[in-house]
């Protein structure tokens, strides 16, 4: 399968706790983007990043959220401290360039559902 | 906000009728792109549409785009029960993506 993977699919924590979530983008993508959705909702930007970089995190929280996306391994969103207004669904997108001027489509994983106790 | 917003946001019909659904957008934008997306399941691309084009055709899906209305339709064909998600346009603006608040289409066998 070479789409977009993302792991866990369901996530439970408890309040305080943290949260890693797991994005393997297709294969020769480089570049990943995370979005937030809420029940009923369209999905809200959060972070760009390519390979060792973070190109754009204006739509992520300041705090308590992270994002990274090393030169081996997966991209990691990684929340501290989560509390009842994290639960979320959260999706990861590659592709192969940046979207915006190339015409080209992101592809989606299906998504990690955090719930918070 | 950029955010598109899709009309209507719920739509149901009979299978074998066709389906409209519209977007609006704030700003200028290279390209608007519609998404279906099941429940539970990530966004699957269905279209995308450049800004200096007017309509695009892709086995039942056709979409419009008028950038003076900074508006865009998203036309189904003889729908299928399987057509049943919601869907979303997005459009880009700097590094960002955004998304609609979407449309939720219920295809009835």
């Known amino acids: 399968n070479a789409g977009v993977m993302q792991n866990p699919r369901h996530l439970v924590r408890r309040r305080g706790q943290e949260a890693r979530l797991r994005c393997s983008p297709m294969k020769g993508h480089s570049h990943v983007y995370w979005y937030r959705q809420l029940p009923e909702e369209g999905l809200k930007f959060m972070v760009y990043l390519q390979k060792e970089n973070i190109i754009d995190e204006s739509g992520m929280p300041k705090e308590r959220f992270s994002a990274e996306f090393p030169k081996e391994g997966p991209s990691i969103l990684r929340i501290q401290q989560v509390v009842r207004g994290d639960s979320a669904a959260y999706f990861c997108a590659s592709s192969s360039t940046w979207t915006g001027e190339s015409n080209q489509p992101q592809h989606f994983g299906d998504g990690t559902r955090l719930s918070i106790l | 906000s950029q955010q598109g917003e899709e009309d209507p946001q719920a739509l149901s019909i009979q299978e074998g009728e066709n389906a409209t659904m519209n977007c609006s957008y704030k700003t200028s934008i290279n390209n608007l792109q519609w998404y279906r997306q099941n429940s539970g399941r990530g966004l699957v691309h269905l279209i995308l549409i450049r800004s200096n084009e007017r309509e695009k055709h892709s086995g039942r899906l056709r979409v419009t785009l008028d950038t003076s209305k900074k508006s865009s339709s998203l036309l189904i064909t003889a729908s299928r029960a399987a057509d049943t998600a919601s869907y979303f346009c997005?459009?880009?603006?700097?590094?960002?993506?955004?998304f609609g608040t979407g449309t939720s289409l219920t295809v009835i066998p």
């Open positions: 997005a459009t880009v603006t700097g590094n960002q993506f955004y």
